[in-house]
């Protein structure tokens, strides 16, 4: 498995990976689950239901964009505190970002202040591409 430099991955359950950066402390999972027929806002709306139903979180706010880099569809889901830094960059406490490739999603369910989290876009694409089998 080829993992970014910094990266440390780590297999949870048979569609779930554990990711963590040493510098940055940024902390990561990554599940990857078949589409089953859904499309982006499918799956944001599953994931904002997932979320919703935990009860420490709160002020969810969704994000979709259709073209980042290499990848066709994303969706972000942000659960608050998530507050605008004037350079243009979210520190958020919880974000999760929903990529689509193929027939499959990639769910990334990310803790921590994470305030580069476009500039590390490139590595988490990486770490994505480096994912397999395919479910």
């Known amino acids: 498995m080829n993992v970014p430099d910094g990266w440390q991955l780590t297999q949870s359950a048979p569609n ?11 902390k990561l999972s990554i599940r990857v689950e078949p589409l089953q027929g859904r499309d982006l806002a499918g799956v944001t709306a599953d994931i904002r239901k997932e979320l919703e139903a935990a009860p420490e979180l709160h002020e969810i706010e969704t994000v979709e964009k259709t073209v980042v880099r290499s990848q066709p569809a994303m969706a972000m889901v942000s659960v608050g505190p998530c507050v605008a830094l004037p350079n ?3 520190r958020v406490r919880l974000r999760t970002t929903i990529f689509l490739d193929g027939d499959r999603a990639f769910i990334v369910y990310g803790g921590g202040d994470i305030t580069k989290y476009d500039a590390l876009m490139p590595t988490y694409e990486a770490v994505l591409a480096s994912l397999e089998p395919r479910p």
Do not use: I, P, S, Y
Request: glycine share 14%; charged share 30%.
């Open 88 to 90: 243009g960059l979210f």
């Open 16 to 26: 779930e990976w554990d990711v963590q950066r040493d510098q940055t402390g940024v």
